[in-house]
């Protein structure tokens, strides 16, 4: 079989399809490229706001581990706390400045209402869950049962 010969004029057109095609393939490739650079150096810039954030909206009615608290401030961290030990309890600090204020006013700090009761209970004894759905301030628990209830 003999293959067709193609004229000039068919052959430029043929040329200029696939040129096409090569253009939009490689813009395409590019801009893919682009996005995911700048995804990546997004999150890479942004990682420990990006972590606080999704912390603040999925630890929502669960347990938060102590390392993520201050105990002085109340509030959730970006970056795990320090465990001090301090009257043979176990508490955690964001700063040293947080921990002096607690040696200072240690009745006034260590001690918290339960969130659902309202019973007296120590912040190294306590189970820990936030206040609010997308906001960092901490809510102290005496058991799990309080702790339930208070997200009901």
């Not at 954030?53 to 961290?77: D, F, R, S, V």
């Not at 912040?123 to 009901?152: C, H, M, R």
Request: aromatic share 16%; hydrophobic share 35%.
């Amino acid at each position: 079989m003999k293959k067709k010969k193609l004229s000039k004029q068919q052959l430029r057109k043929k040329q200029k399809i696939e040129n096409k095609r090569f253009n939009r393939i490689l813009i395409v490739s590019f801009v893919l490229l682009i996005v995911a650079t700048v995804s990546v150096l997004t999150f890479y810039t942004y990682g420990c706001d990006t972590r606080f954030l999704y912390h603040k909206w999925a630890w929502y009615g669960k347990e938060i581990p102590g390392e993520w608290a201050c105990m002085n401030g109340n509030n959730l961290t970006m970056h795990k706390s320090s465990k001090v030990a301090y009257n043979k309890k176990a508490y955690y600090f964001c700063s040293q400045e947080c921990f002096n204020h607690l040696t200072k006013h240690f009745a006034e700090v260590a001690m918290v209402p339960d969130a659902f009761s309202g019973d007296s209970i120590n912040k190294a004894d306590a189970l820990i869950g936030l206040k609010e759905k997308g906001k960092p301030e901490l809510a102290y628990f005496k058991n799990q049962q309080t702790f339930k209830k208070y997200y009901e």
